[in-house]
């Protein structure tokens, strides 16, 4: 009889935790939408308590949400001070840019030296996924589809550490380029050169060209570093709001 309860107890368990992890993808994916289409500011206070009583959820999957965003550099952690989204300082954005342009060159290198065919499979799937996302001329899609890719990459070097920090840089400026995209949505035209070049990059990691990939990736990327560092330039404070959360 015991044997019986220790099971029902242990299937118990199981289906609250998969409910509970069911509960913090859901807060963290509508979290995350808000803070990449800025409709939560950069330092906005997020009060655990009061995202889930929005949301209609407990707080356990809501600190997950956030300890998860926090991973992502979407949201930062303070020690009795709560969290908050992460700050996007314009004055900063060479500087990361700068840093992300020396890690990309070391990831695609690395990626044409180390990968796999399961990383030539992804590769060619993330590309033909941008390009359906570039059909829509949806910034979000774009953005997001264009960030897959460039993971796919990262994960393709062999080195987990460096691919993290890559992928988590590239989370950083995602919302900056959703900014810049507001801006001039003039830039969607020019997604059928970006489809090319990863082609050319994939092409060149899949024949092992070092060299070959560590320059496309950075004429790749040159495009965007300089239309970024143009837009932080020509930025004025009443050209867009940003909203706190209420």
């Given at each position: 009889m015991q044997g019986k309860r220790a099971g029902k107890s242990a299937k118990v368990?199981?289906?609250?935790?998969?409910?509970?992890q069911s509960s913090g993808q859901?807060?963290?994916?509508?979290l995350r939408e808000q803070i990449l289409n800025l409709e939560l500011a950069p330092n906005a206070e997020l009060d655990e308590v009061q995202i889930s009583r929005e949301f209609g959820f407990s707080r356990t999957p809501t600190r997950e949400a956030l300890i998860r965003l926090a991973a992502e550099g979407l949201v930062t952690l303070a020690p009795n001070r709560?969290?908050?989204?992460?700050?996007?300082?314009l004055d900063q954005v060479p500087q990361v840019l700068e840093a992300l342009?020396?890690?990309e060159r070391a990831?695609?290198?690395?990626?044409?030296?180390?990968?796999?065919?399961?990383h030539l499979a992804l590769l060619e799937r993330r590309n033909e996924e941008f390009a359906v996302a570039a059909a829509t001329g949806e910034p979000r899609v774009i953005v997001e589809a264009n960030?897959?890719?460039?993971?796919?990459?990262?994960?393709?070097?062999?080195n987990r550490f460096l691919a993290n920090d890559c992928s988590k840089m590239l989370r950083g400026v995602m919302r900056l380029s959703l900014l810049a995209f507001r801006q001039n949505s003039a830039q969607l035209a020019s997604y059928g050169d970006v489809i090319e070049q990863h082609r050319e990059m994939i092409e060149a990691i899949r024949a092992g060209d070092a060299e070959l990939a560590e320059r496309l990736v950075y004429a790749h990327s040159d495009e965007f570093r300089e239309r970024m560092k143009a837009f932080v330039?020509?930025?004025?404070?009443?050209?867009?709001?940003?909203?706190?959360?209420?």
């Open positions: 368990a199981v289906l609250d935790e998969g409910a509970r859901k807060v963290y994916s509508l709560g969290a908050r989204v992460a700050s996007l300082d342009e020396l890690y990831t695609t290198r690395w990626a044409a030296l180390r990968r796999q065919p399961h960030w897959a890719f460039h993971d796919a990459i990262n994960q393709a070097c062999g330039a020509g930025v004025a404070t009443h050209d867009f709001s940003l909203v706190a959360r209420a």
